[in-house]
């Protein structure tokens, strides 16, 4: 989606979070005047529903259109999320849009939208007409969590418990009898680190030991992006930290524990989550962890819409994400808006997470830098889990119009002079403006592929024009589009 959209939609998320519903639905309405492509048209209407709903108003009509909307934008996975969140809104009229996500899982294989899919058909046995019907669900359900390439206990246990009412109710016995047995005998074992990581993820380095090339290739891909030296600095020193005390362990020298947690703050789109991937590589390289596996959530992922669910949710993505770097951006969203607010309760889980899995679970929090301290502040917890603090800055002028010489370097782009000119002058405004909501590497993203389009509208009718180089006016249109 384009930065301004994601700035509206951000703010209305936060202005309900803060029970602001009168700021949310303004903002909702900015949202749904700006949008452009059908995307981002069907993110406004759930976001105008979600507020709808919050309103005490029927919500119902829109919460359909923006499914649609998302279905034929071939959002897949956002569709099966607003079904399962409409479904559990309007259990009575939400059996259409159940027999639709159910269609939509015959495309999708176990490894996609996991919990979602289960959700999906757990709702839908117990929303069927007949007990056979119910059964049927349940059983699909447990198939899919068989088949998960990461097993997820809750959603296992769950789908089990489900099939087993559903096998009493359609009096099948040896069908309950099997369940049963199945949840007494524990939901299938998670699965060893090396089999749950990436097939490309090699075997990790024996325990104190460190896989030198797998770091030095990492470290070498760290020093090779754009700008931010301090935060290159920090990692370089965690990554010594940990190869000296590997080295003092190996010759019986007291070690103290070191918390490998980390937070990261800076504005948008200045390599947060690529450094979390690379610092990934590199404690999977230093045999800290058992995968170089990242697992991106957030607050949605976490908190669950009712009492009782959070903390199970916030367990079963901590139980996914283990033996590699758990990824939460927006961490701030996590503070209690009010009592009312179950981000306390994933908070609290997660904090004790992070201790009590310390040695196979990273986790990074990440977000813009008040709404952070202020989340640190909101909770002692976090200080004394999380002992390194990476600080990202927004890009400089020059940082950014690199930025964008590799992208169209990467597209087999070249620029002419004029355009080089341009775009150190286009950089320069863009820092100058200082806008909140600026999105730095998304930003030239952006100015990247208009200036395509622009270079196309330019060269599509001449014959024998150059197809590779961009020049002056394409960016410059760039820089004025929409």
């Known amino acids: 989606m384009d930065d301004r959209i994601e700035y509206l939609q951000r703010a209305a998320l936060e202005a309900l979070r803060s029970g602001d519903v009168p700021g949310a639905a ?72 159940l027999e639709a996500a159910r269609a939509d899982l015959a495309h999708l ?13 757990l709702r839908s046995s117990e929303r069927a007409a007949t007990p056979a019907e119910a059964l049927a669900h349940a059983h699909a ?73 797998g770091l030095r290739a990492a470290l070498a891909d760290l020093d090779a992006l754009v700008g931010l030296g301090p935060v290159k ?3 370089h020193g965690l990554s010594a930290l940990v190869r000296v005390q590997q080295r003092r362990a190996a010759l019986g020298r007291r070690v103290p524990r070191i918390s490998l947690h980390c937070l990261f703050t800076g504005p948008p789109g200045t390599g947060k989550t690529t450094v979390a991937r690379l610092i990934a590589r590199i404690y999977r390289a230093l045999g800290v962890i058992a995968t170089d596996r990242l697992t991106e959530v957030d607050r949605a992922d976490l908190v669950a819409p009712y009492i009782g669910q959070t903390a199970a949710r916030t367990d079963a993505v901590c139980d996914a994400a283990r033996d590699g770097v758990l990824f939460i951006d927006e961490a701030y969203a996590l503070a209690p808006a009010s009592a009312e607010d179950f981000g306390h309760e994933a908070l609290a889980t997660l904090l004790k997470r992070m201790e009590d899995d310390r040695d196979r679970l990273v986790v990074v929090l990440a977000g813009y830098e008040d709404e952070m301290e202020a989340l640190v502040a909101s909770n002692p917890g976090i200080e004394s889990r999380i002992s390194t603090v990476l600080r990202f800055a927004s890009y400089a002028p020059d940082e950014l119009a690199e930025i964008f010489r590799r992208m169209a370097a990467a597209s087999d782009y070249a620029l002419a002079p004029g355009a080089e000119t341009a775009l150190a002058r286009i950089a320069k405004d863009m820092v100058a403006r200082d806008d909140p909501g600026f999105g730095n590497a998304r930003a030239m993203r952006n100015l990247f592929e208009d200036a395509l389009i622009a270079h196309a509208l330019r060269v599509a009718d001449i014959e024998d024009a150059d197809l590779s180089t961009l020049d002056a006016p394409d960016l410059e249109r760039a820089a004025t589009a929409p």
């Open 26 to 97: 303004g903002l909702a309405a900015r949202m749904r005047a700006a949008a452009a492509t059908p995307v981002e048209r069907a993110e406004s209407l759930w976001l105008s529903s979600q507020v709808a709903r919050m309103s005490g108003e029927d919500a119902s009509s829109e919460e359909r259109e923006a499914i649609a909307g998302a279905r034929a934008a071939g959002r897949i996975d956002r569709a099966l999320a607003w079904t399962l969140r409409a479904a559990e809104g309007d259990p009575e009229g939400s059996d259409d849009l």
């Open 233 to 235: 600095e920090q990692v």
């Open 141 to 213: 359900a447990a198939d899919w969590t068989e088949r998960m390439p990461t097993a997820r206990r809750d959603l296992r246990e769950a789908a089990l418990t489900r099939t087993a009412r559903a096998a009493d109710a359609a009096g099948e016995r040896e069908a309950a009898a099997e369940a049963r047995r199945a949840l007494a005998g524990g939901a299938r074992d998670a699965p060893r680190a090396e089999e749950a990581a990436p097939a490309s993820t090699p075997p990790a380095p024996a325990a104190g030991g460190v896989d030198e090339d």
């Open 109 to 121: 294989a176990p490894g996609a939208n996991d919990a979602v899919a289960v959700g999906i058909l």
